[in-house]
């Protein structure tokens, strides 16, 4: 396992829609443990696709922080190929991004999303969710089709600058 560095805007990767996994060999099961690494050396941290660490590829981790853990969400979400199925309702969030540091900005995100996609022994998983986990999966999704929660973002005034050691998405 290796922590990687993470690309950044306006790295030309992350706007780029990124390839579906179509089997799970070792390349694939390598790039998970250099997430999973990268992720959890950055502080407060929550979630990270593939793309963010240069590897075009459908595959996203969530690791929400333990006040958030419970039985179901506990530990690390690994998605290969996930795919938002049902969006309900919307809500305003602060959101927060690795690949766009110093800024935080509030945009609307769905209150509950049910997600599919498969975990990396090739079972499918299905997360019928809301509150922070449903917000990181809209979050990775989106970075794994070229979007940034910039895009996102209903006016410059909704965006504001940060301190580099608050908690990013
Ligand atoms: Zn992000």
Same mark, same amino acid.
């Given at each position: 396992m290796t922590v990687l560095p993470i690309r950044t805007i306006p790295d030309p990767i992350l706007m780029r829609k990124a390839k579906r996994v179509r089997i799970v060999d070792d390349s694939i099961k390598k790039l998970i443990s250099d997430m999973l690494e990268t992720l959890h050396a950055v502080p407060g941290r929550v979630g990270l696709a593939a793309p963010q660490i240069g590897i075009s590829q459908r595959v996203i981790i969530i690791s929400l922080p333990s006040e958030e853990?419970?039985?179901?969400?506990?530990g690390d979400i690994v998605i290969i @190929?996930?795919?938002?199925?049902k969006r309900f309702g919307k809500r305003p969030v602060d959101e927060g991004c690795l690949s766009v540091p110093g800024y935080r900005g509030e945009i609307k995100r769905a209150e509950s999303v049910t997600a599919k996609g498969r975990d990396q022994n090739g079972k499918e998983i299905r997360i019928k969710t809301g509150g922070l986990l449903a917000q990181a999966l809209e979050h990775e999704i989106d970075h794994l089709n070229g979007t940034l929660y910039l895009d996102h973002?209903?006016?410059?005034? @909704?965006l504001r600058r940060i301190e580099l050691e608050e908690a990013p998405l």
């Amino acid at each position: 396992m290796t922590v990687l560095p993470i690309r950044t805007i306006p790295d030309p990767i992350l706007m780029r829609k990124a390839k579906r996994v179509r089997i799970v060999d070792d390349s694939i099961k390598k790039l998970i443990s250099d997430m999973l690494e990268t992720l959890h050396a950055v502080p407060g941290r929550v979630g990270l696709a593939a793309p963010q660490i240069g590897i075009s590829q459908r595959v996203i981790i969530i690791s929400l922080p333990s006040e958030e853990n419970d039985e179901e969400k506990g530990g690390d979400i690994v998605i290969i @190929n996930p795919e938002i199925v049902k969006r309900f309702g919307k809500r305003p969030v602060d959101e927060g991004c690795l690949s766009v540091p110093g800024y935080r900005g509030e945009i609307k995100r769905a209150e509950s999303v049910t997600a599919k996609g498969r975990d990396q022994n090739g079972k499918e998983i299905r997360i019928k969710t809301g509150g922070l986990l449903a917000q990181a999966l809209e979050h990775e999704i989106d970075h794994l089709n070229g979007t940034l929660y910039l895009d996102h973002l209903e006016g410059t005034n @909704n965006l504001r600058r940060i301190e580099l050691e608050e908690a990013p998405l």
